[in-house]
Every structure is written in structure tokens, then in C-alpha cells.
């Protein structure tokens, strides 16, 4: 292969990216019948959607505006129906430093545009037929194949791209074939003539193209040429042209601000040299991507059930296992690096919905995640003071500065949160105020401390951190300290008295313990009425945005809460608007299969993913009415439900009533498992999940007469 490099220097642009929700559908044409006319109307049937295959995600109308996404935790590109880039590119470490510190978009390097023929008409799929984008998650390479008709010579463009999975390179291999010989233009326009030493992200790309099947023109005085940002080449029968190309995506210029800020007292650390090695040739990073996604799907759920669920849940794993970087020293966003709707910032997402959903299956993924906000402990003992001495806000006023506020210490992780760790939301937004976060953090650190993915020390440190927060948030009242003037989780509603909130407040003043019959257990006043626990006081009960009082169910398994689970269940549940986000659903059934409600609860699962991935290739959105993509919550929330709910996975201080299969863990805590297999499912494998470090294989399937539980745990990878 010839190899042609080209450095491009583009500039960080501070424009936003924004995705019009644009309707899609087909356009249904029929004729109107004449009176006394026998002839049927007339149909055209365009189909969109091929069968459904576990392994493969398929478009096969390339109007659909919907880019697909590639990512891998470091780096973020969308790719348009032609196989060229589109919409920009997101980079982990790209992100400003003041301000509400959002992540910076950049230009796509994929971007690039196709011409062919005398004219130079584009190569565009929506011109052409036959045409089918293919996403195959065995291997990580999105296939864009199609034919198109050019000056009456019959073309075949295809097009493979990858993301490698653990390095900041993308490489596409095109070939285009014609029964005749037929001109070839590629540009790209990001490719300036010479490289510019200008400010900015240092983006490579070198290019190949094939010696032994590069054709010749007839005509010799025309002869391939490949300039700077040009490709001027040709295809003829059975001389394709073919183009390689490498895309190498240096670090962000404010990564080391980006560690300067989070730690102002240490150094940043100076990473050497070349960005990302010895450069690779475009075979050697397609072989190197399907080797590591070989070694990811070792660990995989193997459904006998609808194939449409076997596809879906395979997407949530590579979706959601590509989406973050253990090294880059960031957790994940709502939204990934898919797009900068959320500016990239971090929620309660990433530690309550994916790290429970990545902790058995990529445990390494995982960890990124406690390690992010451990990395930011500092941070959020600065936010503490400044909350402190800025008289103890909320949202319908001050508190006031409390006695000795000076030598007070504790933690207030913010609700939304990005490189420095302080609070990034609007300072008009009443979301500043969902004080459950700092439960969340610390409620996420200590499963991971359970499961070996953090020092234990350090997760109780930062507990107690959050509890004398909620100590100074809190005052003392009639039945427990109540928690004056929160947002809950549901969103729609700030007041008094969360029902979720209060408890996490509670679990943390108490050690991480519901057990209050130690001496000096600190109660918090729980909102409820003569029926059951209440999402807040005063809860009308008309409707909500997002759950709420389910969550005491889980994931606090808050036990008396448990006990009237079923009551709260047909309460609650089923009650969130339309509008509302994605993972609701999802935490609804994972429930109600521990109820062993298990078709009920297989219903709910998938009304909780059906309704958000629309489009072809399964991207998730968060809403059912907003196209954006990909939310990385909402396929978290659905995995939960595969393994705390269908599977039965429990973290706890003992087994679980009727567990089949049990190992103990850190701090004190069993994991154990009791399946509650949906009809539709005979049976499930989870293969090679990782508890401190050991490999199992779960087989559960429904007990018949002769099996007493149905279901099979393997120690050792399989």
C-alpha cells in the first residue's frame, strides 16, 4: 500500500452542535378509485427495517437522519449514512475550564465528500439502491454498502469504519467498483495544504491506497494523483478504487488544565511523547478492534427467548461498555460523548444506573467511575465550605451559618459535575438543589468498595464526608430530621421531605446502616400516610416525571419499605408522563421481577426500551419525544433490570429469601441470586461475570418437576 500522511491542525470551535427533531417515517402513496372502477389501488412498499439479528444492527434507508455513533470512552464520532463523517466530535479531555465548564465540541476528521464521473456527481445513497449500513457488534465495524448509477456506468461504494477501542484512532477502508472506467474524487475539506502550527488539536491522518489495483487512465496524460485533502483516482472492471484512511486524534491541549484543576495543590503529571504509539496501518486497526471486542464478549448474556431482546440487550453491553475509558480519568455522562446535550457533565446517572449495570459485567469500566469522583474528593470538601459559610442555601432561602462553621469538614458532591468538581449547573436551576447526589456517591462507592473496586477506607471516608453534610442540610423535627426545601428525583416537585433523600441522609449518618437500634441512631422523618410510603409530603399522587419512592425499594432496599414493596408498586408505578425519561420504566420492572411479577415486569421492560430506540440501530434516546442520542442511563437502567431483576443478583448483608447461589464479598455484604425468568425466556447464560476478581457462569432456566431450582453457577472463565 501507498502511505500519504497529512497533518491537519484544526481549531476547538465553541459552536454548539444541535440535532433538529426532525420526524421520520414513510410516505404511504395510494390512488384514489374512480367510481365503477375494478382495478385495486396501487402500493409502494419501501422497506426499512430487516430482520432482527442478535449479533447485527441494520439501517436500510439512508434517509433516516439519525448519524450512527462510534466511541470508546476517549473519543466520540457520528457517522452519516455515506459513511463520512457528520456532526462533531467530542473528545473526553476536551473540555473548558470556566464557566459551566462544558465539553467542547470539535470538527469531525471523518467528514469528507465523494464525487464521481465527468460532471462530478456526488455518491450519495439516497441517489442510489440496494442500500444497507450494518453495525456488527461482534467486531465494532459499521459496514456502509450501496450501488448508484453515474454517467449510465453502475458503481458499488462500500465503505468499513472503526473505532479502535482503547486508542484515539479511527480507520475506514472504501472500495468502489464499476463496470467501466469511471473518475474518482475524494476531499476532505478539514485538510488544509500544509500543516499549520496553530492552537488547537493536533489531528493526523494518513491515507492508503492500493498499488496493485490502482487503475489507469486511459488517457496518459491522466494519472492518479493524491494531493493534500484530494484524492483524484479511478475505477474500472475489475480494478476498484480503493482508499484507506487513518485517523490519529492527539490529546486535548486542556488535558493537563483539566488535571490542574481538579487537584490546584499537585502537579499535573506530563504524558510523553507520541500520541498513540508506533502508527498502525488501516488492517492492523481493524485486526486489533475485533480482537479486543473478541475478548469483551467473553463476558456476555445469552438469551433463549424473542431475538428482538437478545439484539436489544446485546446493544445496551456494547453501547454502554464502549462508553468509558478506565484511563481517561473521567466518569460518563448521560448522553457519553455522543453529543453535548448535558455539556457533557456528570449526574446521578453514572453512579446510581451504570455502575451497577457495568460492576459484574466490566468491572474495569466500571471503576472509572468511583475512581472519577474520589479524584474529586477535594473538591468537594471546598464546595462544603463555600456551601457552609455562604449561609447554608436551599432552595427557598439560607439556613444561616452555623456555629464553628469554620471547623466543620464534610463533602457536597455537586448535581452536576465536570472537570474541577464544582457545581457546573445554572445558578438558577432549582436542580442544584436534588440533594440526594452526595447519597448517591456515597451509596455507589460503598457497592464498590464491596466488590473490590475501591478501597473500602476511602469509601467510608467519603461516606462519613456526606453525612455531616446532611448533618448541617438537616434540623431536627417531631418524628426525625427533616430536610427542608429539596428537589426529589421525580423533578416535578421541590418541598420538603423526599421519601428517597431522607433515607440516603439516614444511611449515611448511620454508618451505612438501615440498623438504627445502636445507641445514638439518627432517624429521619419518612414521609408516608396509612396506606404506605409517600414519594414526598404532601405527595398528591396525580403523576410524576421520574420514579421516586421506588427507589427505596431499590436500589436502597430500604427494608421496610420492602415489606410494603407491592403496596408502593401499584401506587406508584405505572404513574410517569410520557415525557418523561427513559429509566423509569426500567427500575419499575427489575421490582416488580422481585415480586415475582415476572410477565408483568417483563412488560414494563420492554415498554422501557421499545418506546426510546426507534431508530434502526437500537441508539437509545432519553425521551420518547427527543431524538437525541445515545443515553447511556436509559440502556443502564434496562441491564439492571437483566441482572437484579430477571437474574436476581442481591447485595446485601445476608442471602436473599430462596437464593440458589451465593459468594461473599467485602465489608460484610453476600452477593447472592434468585432468578425470576420472564415466560418468554427459557432459559439465560451470563457468561464470565467478575465478582473480586473471580469468573463465573450463571445459567438460570424455569424449574419443572424434576429440577429444583433451574439454575447453574460455573466458577472459571468459560
Not at 262 to 280: F, V, Y
Not at 572 to 594: C, E, N, Q, T, V
Not at 686 to 693: E, P
Request: charged fraction near 25%; proline fraction near 7%; hydrophobic fraction near 35%.
Amino acid at each position: 500500500m501507498a502511505c500519504f500522511g497529512i497533518r491537519v491542525w484544526s481549531t476547538r470551535t465553541c459552536s454548539r452542535f444541535v440535532l433538529r427533531a426532525l420526524s421520520r417515517g414513510l410516505l404511504f402513496l395510494s390512488a384514489l378509485l374512480l367510481a365503477g372502477c375494478g382495478s385495486k389501488p396501487k402500493t409502494v412498499t419501501r422497506h426499512t427495517a430487516p430482520p432482527a439479528d442478535p449479533w447485527v444492527l441494520a439501517c436500510l434507508d439512508p434517509s433516516v437522519d439519525n448519524p450512527s455513533i462510534l466511541w470508546n470512552g476517549q473519543v466520540g464520532l457520528r457517522i452519516a449514512r455515506d459513511g463520512t463523517g457528520s456532526g462533531s466530535m467530542f473528545l473526553i479531555d476536551n473540555y473548558k475550564t470556566t464557566g459551566d465548564e462544558r465539553i467542547d465540541p470539535v470538527k469531525n476528521p471523518l467528514a469528507g465528500r465523494w464525487t464521481a464521473g465527468s460532471d462530478g456527481a456526488p455518491l450519495d445513497p439516497r441517489e442510489g439502491s440496494d442500500y444497507r449500513q450494518t453495525l456488527d457488534m461482534k467486531t465494532g465495524v459499521l459496514t456502509t454498502v450501496w450501488n448508484q448509477k453515474i454517467d449510465d456506468e453502475n458503481l458499488r461504494v462500500e465503505c468499513e469504519t472503526v473505532l479502535h477501542p482503547t486508542s484515539r484512532v479511527a480507520a475506514q477502508r472504501w472500495k468502489i467498483s464499476s463496470d467501466r472506467y469511471i473518475s474518482i474524487v475524494f476531499r476532505n475539506p478539514l485538510v488544509q495544504p500544509q500543516a499549520q502550527k496553530s492552537p488547537g488539536l493536533a489531528v493526523i491522518e494518513r491515507n492508503e491506497i492500493g498499488e496493485d489495483n490502482r487503475p489507469h487512465s486511459p488517457n496518459a496524460k491522466e494519472v492518479p494523483e493524491f494531493t493534500p485533502g484530494n484524492l483524484h483516482n479511478a475505477a474500472d472492471k475489475d480494478k476498484p478504487c480503493t482508499f484507506g484512511r487513518i485517523i490519529e486524534i492527539g490529546e486535548s491541549p486542556l488535558a493537563l488544565s483539566m488535571q490542574l484543576c481538579r487537584n490546584p495543590d499537585r502537579p499535573p503529571a506530563i504524558r510523553k511523547g507520541e500520541m498513540n504509539g508506533r502508527s498502525k496501518s488501516v488492517d492492523e486497526v481493524f485486526k486489533e478492534t475485533a480482537e479486543i471486542w473478541q475478548k469483551r464478549w467473553q463476558t456476555d448474556i445469552e438469551i433463549d427467548g424473542p431475538v428482538e431482546d437478545q439484539q436489544a440487550v446485546r446493544s445496551f453491553l456494547f453501547y454502554l461498555r464502549s462508553a468509558i475509558d478506565p484511563n481517561a480519568g473521567m466518569s460518563v455522562s448521560p448522553m457519553g460523548l455522543s453529543h453535548d446535550h448535558y455539556n457533557g457533565h456528570v449526574f446521578w446517572d453514572a453512579d446510581t444506573y451504570v455502575f451497577p449495570a457495568l460492576a459484574l459485567i466490566d468491572p474495569e469500566e466500571a471503576k472509572a467511575i468511583p475512581s472519577y469522583r474520589i479524584s474529586l474528593e477535594p473538591a468537594a470538601a471546598r464546595n462544603f465550605q463555600e456551601w457552609l459559610e455562604g449561609g447554608r442555601p436551599t432552595a427557598a432561602g439560607r439556613m444561616g451559618v452555623p456555629p464553628m462553621a469554620g471547623e466543620a469538614f464534610g463533602y457536597k458532591f455537586p448535581w452536576e459535575s465536570s472537570i474541577s468538581g464544582t457545581e457546573a449547573a445554572p445558578k438558577t436551576s432549582r436542580s442544584r438543589f436534588e440533594e440526594h447526589i452526595g447519597g448517591d456517591v456515597a451509596w455507589m462507592l460503598e457497592q464498590a468498595a464491596c466488590l473490590g473496586l475501591t478501597r473500602a477506607d476511602i469509601a467510608k471516608s467519603i461516606v462519613d464526608g456526606v453525612a455531616d453534610y446532611y448533618r448541617f442540610r438537616s434540623v431536627p423535627g417531631p418524628d426525625g430530621r427533616v430536610m427542608p426545601r429539596v428537589m426529589s428525583p421525580d423533578e416535578a416537585h421541590t418541598g420538603d421531605d423526599d421519601l428517597y433523600t431522607n433515607l440516603l441522609a439516614q444511611w449515611c449518618q448511620n454508618g451505612g446502616s438501615w440498623d438504627l437500634s445502636r445507641d445514638h441512631g439518627i432517624r429521619y422523618h419518612l414521609p408516608r400516610d396509612k396506606t404506605s410510603f409517600l414519594n414526598y409530603d404532601d405527595d398528591p399522587e396525580l403523576g410524576y416525571r421520574q420514579i421516586a419512592a421506588e427507589l427505596s425499594i431499590y436500589p436502597l432496599q430500604y427494608p421496610d419499605a420492602e415489606k410494603e414493596a407491592k403496596t408502593i408498586m401499584e401506587r406508584f408505578s405505572g404513574k410517569i408522563a410520557d415525557y418523561g425519561p427513559a429509566m423509569s420504566d426500567s427500575i419499575d420492572a427489575l421490582i416488580w421481577a422481585r415480586l415475582g411479577e415476572t410477565d408483568r415486569a417483563y412488560r414494563t421492560w420492554q415498554e422501557s426500551w421499545r418506546d426510546f430506540v426507534k431508530e434502526p440501530q437500537l441508539q437509545f434516546s432519553e425521551k420518547r419525544s427527543r431524538p437525541i442520542t445515545y443515553f447511556t442511563t436509559g440502556a443502564a437502567g434496562c441491564l439492571q433490570t437483566v441482572l437484579y431483576g430477571f437474574l436476581g443478583f442481591r447485595i446485601d448483608f445476608k442471602k436473599q429469601v430462596g437464593a440458589v447461589w451465593s459468594t461473599d464479598l467485602a465489608l460484610g455484604r453476600i452477593l447472592s441470586v434468585r432468578p425470576n425468568l420472564p415466560s418468554s425466556w427459557k432459559s439465560v447464560k451470563l457468561k464470565n461475570f467478575t465478582v473480586l476478581g473471580r469468573r463465573y457462569t450463571l445459567i438460570a432456566s424455569h424449574p419443572d418437576q424434576n429440577q429444583a431450582g433451574g439454575v447453574q453457577v460455573i466458577q472459571g472463565a468459560k
